[in-house]
């Protein structure tokens, strides 16, 4: 066996679960770790300027690739900058595993400079936390962090690293084998029930699929297409799921809830069985949750038991990976083949009623030939890189137009922060997928709100030569609060103006990276070409509409029945609200 | 309704937190929470009270079951179990008749005299709660200078065979 100190097992541990890269900051307590890392060829560590912006870098890596994102940070304030991105990937049930440095262990408790229990802050927002207290426990540490990362319900786990740990010296042979006697996620659903759940949709007259990122996190969309194309069951997704079920498909509603289609809303609300794969009835889907799908059975497939009837009754549960459990599904409703064109028969009444829905209110925006419609750069972006590009975003409109007007028909193409809503995420998120997939094209659709919370990442974009490229959705507010303003606040548009934005096309030009700006409608189409053309990081600030908002709506609180189309002119909304429109000072740069 | 809940988890570092993190972060109630050692030295036992409907239950298990140092939980409300509680009483006693008052309840429930000072008492009780609020109720005209509470612990009775049970073989304390 090989003596090693604590560093060095950590960076052998660390190739030996196949990682190729690190993000993160370096300071006082991992000194010892990055000396170790200094030489090293396997691994490729990657400075950012913000330890958040590495922990969402890690998290877009992981979305992009499935595989675990890793970010390696000092004590104190390195580790609690983390933190929201750790609370994001939990939300989302993205594997990363964290490595924070720890003061000496006789420090731990002292107050010591740049301690902070890391372990107890993070408790609630890890699937799994450790502190490290004796380099013989290291390299075990390492392998269960991984294993308890990208298992069951997939999160993130932090391990934190004492300083005096990093340094002592112990016999290095990493684990084979991993085993936890109170850790066993059940992988396979219960036969009896997926029985139950084939006869079920064999019964059915108006099924629907609702899939989530249980899809994507275990990689079933070609079973998932199967059940929906065999079936002829219509698939509609929530914002984790999108690309779980390609885009463009003809039995595709688009997605569901707050800001879903009219289609989607309303084909939940009538059907008589919900199928939900790997989704979890979250309360931006649901709406009103006792009105939601109110005359439905459901079935509910999850690999994480506390899912299951959280928020809905379900009639037939099934606990298990996604992929296995539809793998089953497909093989039961095969065998009833020749019945099968007996049930699409029957739900003939259902598939003309989603045809009608689709005809009574497709996803529409008054276009405009002088100022840019934000739905029209989507729409641009889609058509330019015909589809095939990883797309990360921020937290608002922007995000909700990207969802509607971007049809993902792959896979891990949208990272998007789901369940915690954290603007500031996408960039970063679009650099870690950009270092994961370097042959991709790579683009952060942010807001000009999101973007300035993670802007710092341009350095490290330029530096290690990633070609990401930000479209700014520059509407000069905190455009979806300055919306509900607008809607429910009698126009008060209360902390919600974004003045004193930077000009973006020297910002840009100030890291090195390439500034672009498009003003009227005739210049996107260029603006985002050359983007795609040139091999460089480039910013693009699209100046849109800036009161612009997204529909339809399903009012908080309502029922997903009860959609809101906005049909309302401006001029109409200025007669409701006053005539006097908000003075906004500087914020379009001119 | 009322549940106790026993929980097998890990002897490690931080698990109680983990525990008492998930219920207040959840904002589900804990009535009591005890914590011992069990049999094997790696694993600990905790018992919770807590109450809830039927969903908010199903909910509070299946959370515990996912903490990745839970190894097992069981409800024991489902279940023909056993509850107790250690209760020491520390009471005032200067005068003789209250001496020999409180020595005669605590002959009464089956409590004992554990410490004593010319002016004190102090008596342990074991019971389940009806039991340790009588003690208390009957011992408060004495004066009681100071109470401290184990906390409940519970276990679930051994299941027999019908049979045995029909003998009237249970013995119940
Ligand atoms: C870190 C964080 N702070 C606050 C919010 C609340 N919030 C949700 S959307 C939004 C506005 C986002 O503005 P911008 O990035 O410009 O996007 P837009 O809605 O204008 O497209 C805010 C402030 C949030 N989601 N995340
Ligand atoms: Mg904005």
Known sequence: ??????????????????????????????????DALYNEKGLRFILTRHEQGAAHAADGYARATGRPGVALVTSGPGATNTVTGIANAHMDSIPLVVITGQVATR???????QEADIVGITRPCTKYNFLVKDVNDLAMTIKEAFYIARTGRPGPVLIDIPK??????????????????????????????????????????????????????????????????????????????????PGTHPLFLGMLGMHGTYTANMTVHHSDLVIAIGSRFDDRVTGKVTEFAPKAGFIHIDIDPTNIRK?????????????????????????SQEDRDQWIRERGPWYEQIKEWEKEHPLAYKKNSKGIKPQYVIEKLYELTGGDAIVATDV??????????????????????????????????????????????VFNVAGDGSFQMNVQELATAVINHLPVKVAVINNGYLGMVRQWQELFFNRHYSGSVLDGTP??????????????????????????????????PVV???????????????????????????????????KVGGKKKEKKGSVLPA | MQHIISILVENKFGVLSRVSGLFSGRGFNIENISVGTTLDPSVSQMTVITQGDDRIIEQIIKQLNK???????????????????????????????????????????????????????????TGDENKIEAIINLLRPLGIKEIVRTGKIAIAREEMKAAAIQEGKRIRA
């Not at chain 1, 090693?4 to 300071?27: N, R």
């Not at chain 1, 029945?561 to 906005?566: D, K, L």
């Open chain 1, 1 to 34: 066996m090989m003596k090693m100190i604590g560093a060095e097992i950590l960076i052998e541990s660390l190739k030996k679960e196949g990682v190729d890269t690190l993000f993160g900051i370096p300071g006082g307590v991992v000194l010892q770790i990055f």
């Open chain 1, 107 to 113: 420090m731990i408790g002292n107050d010591a400079f």
């Open chain 1, 164 to 245: 005096d740990v990093s340094g002592a010296r112990t016999d290095f042979a990493y684990p084979e084998k991993v085993s936890l006697r109170s850790y066993n996620p059940t992988y396979y659903g219960n036969k009896w029930q997926i029985k139950q759940a084939a006869q079920a949709i064999a019964r059915a007259k108006r099924p629907v699929i609702y899939a989530g990122g249980g899809v994507i996190l275990s990689n079933a969309s070609g079973e998932l297409k199967e059940l929906a194309e065999f079936n002829r069951i219509p698939v509609t997704l929530t914002l984790m799921g999108l690309g779980g079920f």
């Open chain 1, 311 to 335: 928020n809905i009754h379900v009639d037939i549960p099934i606990v298990g990976y996604v992929w296995n459990v539809l793998f089953e599904l497909n093989k039961d409703l095969k065998a």
């Open chain 1, 396 to 441: 608002g409109q922007h995000q909700m137009w990207v969802a509607q007007y971007f049809k993902f028909d792959k896979p891990r193409t949208i990272l998007s922060s789901g369940g915690l809503g954290t603007m500031g995420f996408g960039f970063p998120a679009a650099i870690g997928a950009q270092v994961a997939c370097p042959d991709k094209l």
């Open chain 1, 503 to 536: 000009d973006y096309v020297k910002l840009a030009e100030a890291y090195g990276a390439v500034g672009m700006r498009a003003k009227s409608p005739s210049e996107v189409e260029g603006v985002i070409k050359e983007a795609i053309r040139v091999k460089r």
């Open chain 1, 540 to 574: 693009m600030d699209f100046v849109v509409d800036p009161e612009e908002n997204v529909f339809p709506m399903v009012p908080a609180g309502g029922a997903n029945s009860e959609m809101v189309f906005g049909e309302v002119s401006k001029e109409e909304k200025e």
């Open chain 2, 67 to 125: 903490l990745i140092d839970v190894i097992k939980v069981v409800d024991l409300s489902e279940k023909d179990y056993i509850v107790r509680e250690t209760a020491l009483i520390k009471i005032h006693t200067s005068r003789s008749e209250d001496r020999s008052e409180a020595l005669r309840i605590t002959e009464i429930f089956r409590a004992r005299v554990v410490d004593s000072t010319p002016t004190t008492y102090t008596i342990e009780i």
